[in-house]
């Protein structure tokens, strides 16, 4: 899952950023709201965290515009201030919840999943495709006993292929949403971890395949 953190207050929004990737999120950072906006724009996210209270653009106008653009990922709206006329307006441009900090990591990230959970429309952090499952808390790879451990960038490949089962997923909207549009990873990278995922389908005598789409990307199916 990529999330984008839009928060001009560094300290925090560098912290918060460490606590989601410690917990296998794929997260981008904006501190203002011009950068954000555009960032967002690019629709490659899965979640957002908002302030409201930002330089050039504030957080409910993001908020407006994301959602006037058809943006219909989770929005979480952070602020300092508690009145509750923050809280309507920010629920009614749309977003999907709102915490008032200063607050607890833990309720941030029960937040997330809980979000995350009902946009995917699953139960528990279980995702499942064929004969497989990708457990998030744990990051295992499983079918019926047999269990392997995943890495993060494995993990963070195998569930996207899960989320976008039927789906070509291409080389460069992996680069894009697991290392970021700053990083120097090349197509080779992604090439590299899929070889690793398929020698862990193998140990777990998986059905379910890593397809090639030749000149394209990947996607999930059944072996033939």
Known sequence: MKILLIDDERQLTDALSAILKKNNYSVDVAYNGEDGLSLALTGIYDFIILDIMMPKIDGLTVLKILRQKKFDSPILMLSAKSE??????????????????PFNTEELLARIRAL???????????????????????????????????????????????????????KEKFIEK?????TEAEYNTIEVYVSFLRKKFNAVGAETEIKSVRGVGYTLGEKK
Do not use: H
């Open 116 to 170: 995350l959970r009902r946009k995917d429309k699953f139960t528990g952090d279980i995702l499942t495709c064929g004969d497989i499952s990708l457990n998030r808390d744990t990051l295992e790879l499983s079918k019926g006993e047999k269990k392997i451990a995943l890495g993060k960038k494995e993990f963070q490949i195998l569930e996207m292929l899960i989320l976008n089962v039927g789906k070509i997923i291409d």
């Open 84 to 101: 509750t006329s923050d809280k309507i307006d920010g629920l009614n441009l749309g977003a999907d919840d709102y915490l008032t900090k």
């Open 178 to 182: 697991i290392w970021g549009y700053d």
